[in-house]
């Protein structure tokens, strides 16, 4: 709220949203975070992404939805799918990748849950309605390396080799600093803006 949204959906903020998620992956705990009762009494644990064991995808898109069908104005919604953010861990992950840089695999078995709840967010919004009129744009962060050698160049010529992990971190790797931007123009509850690169 305090970045001036009406509503926000997930885990409350703050060192405790990452701390004791730990002491959290118990079987007791587990099941009462499938319950609506988990977002009073254990609010940083409640649809908390960074706790890979208990975190239910779709459960966090059914509540930004209902979020969403909730409002009765005009709605600008933000919504951040971390399910492939590093370390690359999700429980509702399909493995649809095993290659030898483990770190690759494992990232592209976690998109595949981001995958399945942009599919269902889209139905979700589209069933309520807010596909009408709307404009939906779609932004990744930042980019992922794994690793990879890759040669630094410098007015054409390479002065250096660079082999770099991490997401959002080096500016001289091109799979870091590019993102993936799309968008989707509705009228009327149809798309109207044709696919471009």
């Known amino acids: 709220e305090s970045f001036g949204f009406d509503v926000v959906v997930g885990p409350d903020h703050g060192a405790l949203d990452f701390l004791i998620q730990k002491f959290n992956d118990s079987p007791l705990v587990n099941l009462f975070l499938q319950t609506g009762v988990s977002a009073w009494l254990l609010p ?5 992404v960074a706790a890979h064991a208990t975190y239910p995808a779709a459960d966090f898109v059914e509540a930004v939805s209902q979020s ?11 919504v951040h799918l971390e399910s492939a953010h590093y370390p690359y861990v999700a429980r509702d992950a399909r493995r ?19 995958d399945g709840q942009i ?10 309605g807010r596909l009408d009129d709307a404009l939906v744009v779609f ?6 390396s794994f ?4 040669k630094i160049h410098k007015f054409g010529q390479p002065v250096l080799e660079s082999q770099v992990y991490g997401h959002g971190t080096s500016v001289v790797m091109p799979e870091q600093n590019h993102v993936v931007l ?3 123009v509705y009228r009327d509850g149809k798309v109207v803006n044709r696919p471009s690169t």
Do not use: I, P
């Open 147 to 150: 690793g990879e050698t890759r």
């Open 119 to 128: 599919d269902q967010l889209m139905k979700e919004l589209q069933a309520a």
């Open 44 to 48: 940083h644990s409640r649809l908390n």
């Open 68 to 78: 969403a069908s909730a409002q009765r104005k005009r709605l600008f919604m933000a």
């Open 182 to 184: 799309a968008y989707l």
């Open 96 to 114: 649809v990748l095993e290659a030898e840089n483990r770190f690759r695999s494992e990232h592209v078995n976690a998109l595949t849950v981001v």
């Open 139 to 144: 932004l990744s962060d930042h980019g992922e």
